[in-house]
Nanobody, 116 residues
Framework: QVQLVESGGGLVQPGGSLRLSCVAS????????MGWYRQAPGKERELVAR???????NYADFVKGRFIISRDNGKNTVYLQMNSLKPEDSAVYYC??????????WGQGTQVTVSS
């Protein structure tokens, strides 16, 4: 079993920054992929960014140049640095871990609200 706990969400003004963290615990494979997804009210959950075990990253077009994903394998933690936030970035942000052995795991989500 794998547990994921996100933190770092909150209320921020447009143009501001937030840093999300997700700590994984349990039976974690070193070749797991970790990523961030988001879901706004009335919309489907969508990929924001993900990082593979070899360090390769990919980003949704709508966050390129603004968000940075990183991971610390020693701490089993993935981060999402969010800069130049826009109101349309408001959503619940979820952490996801994909293990080649046991499948997908999700965190409980953390709310990000961008508003003046």
């Amino acid at each position: 079993q794998v547990q994921l706990v996100e933190s770092g969400g909150g209320l921020v003004q447009p143009g501001g920054s937030l840093r999300l963290s997700c700590v994984a615990s349990g039976m974690i494979s070193r070749i797991s992929t970790m990523g961030w997804y988001r879901q706004a009210p009335g919309k489907e959950r969508e990929l924001v960014a993900r990082i593979f075990s070899d360090g390769y990253m990919n980003y949704a077009d709508f966050v390129k140049g603004r968000f940075i994903i990183s991971r610390d394998n020693g701490k089993n933690t993935v981060y999402l640095q969010m800069n130049s936030l826009k109101p349309e970035d408001s959503a619940v942000y979820y952490c996801k871990l994909t293990s080649p052995q046991s499948g997908d795991y999700w965190g409980q989500g953390t709310q990000v609200t961008v508003s003046s």
